[in-house]
């Protein structure tokens, strides 16, 4: 199957100005990554705050330029695209933000918020009610919602309208962004499941940015796991969880709950906060905070290496096997 999107060495450079004591200069937030994402699946990218992986999505999504790189949507480069054409694209492309409230204009009832889409992009003659209706259903909210406003509505229920008010346009790309943060566990499994249920009913690809493993676990096809802006393991999802490779997935994974009593986990801990990217580290730099690291980390850039349905840039891969360290 072809990809709907494919990344390529993409590169997101921010212009940082110089204060009394240091000269302007400019940060790559995102370095170098590369992924694919097919019709109808679903990519998550995990990584800590401050890795890169919601300035990936905004890249993709228009709302951050790419410094380098490419961004193909079905074949068409979106990295210089003038805006006007790329608006067309947002009826293909769009983007749900993080914070489920906040990111609804409170002066504007339900209805108003989920048919916004087609008074932005000018699509004249459609029975509003009608479709505000449909939108609601389509995300299992009655339909007196509709007259509601932001702060009469619980946060899941936010979140819904933010899923109606997105999928408005029927399009085939959904970055949802943190998709279940600050809601109960609950909640989280109820909108995980209408996303699995959408998908499967609409056929949409979903980019799916999130710090949390069990989101990633529950519902994507692959995953990339981001640190300092570039992918440090990439892969099938069930591959990348089973049998990890990179030892900041080891960490990650190890921080996280495991729902399975039985299973063998390398317990690794993370040492000390990930560096600024303004002064990156030289060679592989996890190597700071790597409990693996050698002498040959801090200086040789680690290339990727294929392992199976997987990828990862490690000299010293985790060995599940023998349950230590050994070469690639």
Same mark, same amino acid.
């Given at each position: ?14 212009? *940082? ?15 170098? *990554? ?5 019709? +109808?699946?679903?990519? +998550? ?59 609804? &204009?409170?002066?504007?009832?339900? @209805? ?29 909210? =009655?339909?007196? !919602? ?83 802006? @570039? ?10 969880? &089973? ?5 900041? %997935? ?21 040492? +000390?906060?990930?560096? &600024? ?8 730099? !996890?190597? %700071? ?8 980390? &801090? ?17 010293? =891969? ?5 349950? @230590?360290?050994?070469?690639?």
């Amino acid at each position: 199957m072809s990809a709907l999107l494919d990344i390529k060495d993409v590169v997101v450079r921010f212009a *940082v100005r110089g204060g009394v004591f240091s000269s302007a200069g400019s940060i790559d937030a995102v370095s170098g *990554v590369s992924l694919s994402i097919e019709e +109808g699946k679903t990519y +998550g990218i995990v990584g800590e705050s401050g890795s890169g992986k919601t300035t990936l999505a905004r890249a993709v999504a228009g709302l951050h330029h790419a410094s380098e790189g490419s961004i193909l949507y079905r074949g068409q480069e979106l990295r210089d695209l003038p805006e006007a054409q790329f608006r067309k694209l947002r009826r293909e492309i769009v983007m749900m933000f993080q914070d489920p409230i906040g990111s609804l &204009s409170p002066r504007l009832s339900v @209805k108003s918020l989920i048919t916004e889409p087609f008074r932005i992009q000018g699509m004249k003659g459609r029975d509003l009610d009608a479709e505000a209706r449909r939108l609601l259903a389509m995300v299992g909210l =009655p339909p007196e !919602f509709a007259a509601r406003y932001p702060y009469q509505i619980s946060g899941g229920q936010a979140r819904r309208v933010g899923v109606a008010r997105a999928l408005a346009l029927d399009p085939k790309l959904l970055i949802a962004d943190e998709p279940t943060a600050g809601l109960d566990v609950s909640i989280q499994g109820e909108m995980l499941n209408l996303l699995a249920r959408l998908q499967d009913e609409l056929g949409l690809a979903i980019m799916i940015i999130t710090h949390n493993l069990n989101v990633v676990r529950h519902i994507t096809d692959r995953v990339g796991i981001m640190y300092l802006g @570039k992918l440090v393991e990439e892969g099938e999802t069930d591959t990348v969880f &089973s049998a990890p490779r990179h030892p900041y %997935t080891l960490a990650l994974l190890a921080a996280n709950p495991e729902p399975d009593p039985d299973a063998q986990l390398m317990r690794i801990e993370l040492q +000390g906060e990930p560096p &600024s990217i303004l002064n990156r580290p030289t060679g592989c730099e !996890f190597h %700071t905070r790597c409990p693996f690291a050698q002498a040959r980390c &801090s200086t040789d850039v680690p290339s990727w290496q294929v392992a199976g349905p997987a990828a990862h840039r490690c000299h010293l =891969p985790a060995s599940w096997e023998q349950d @230590k360290v050994c070469p690639a």
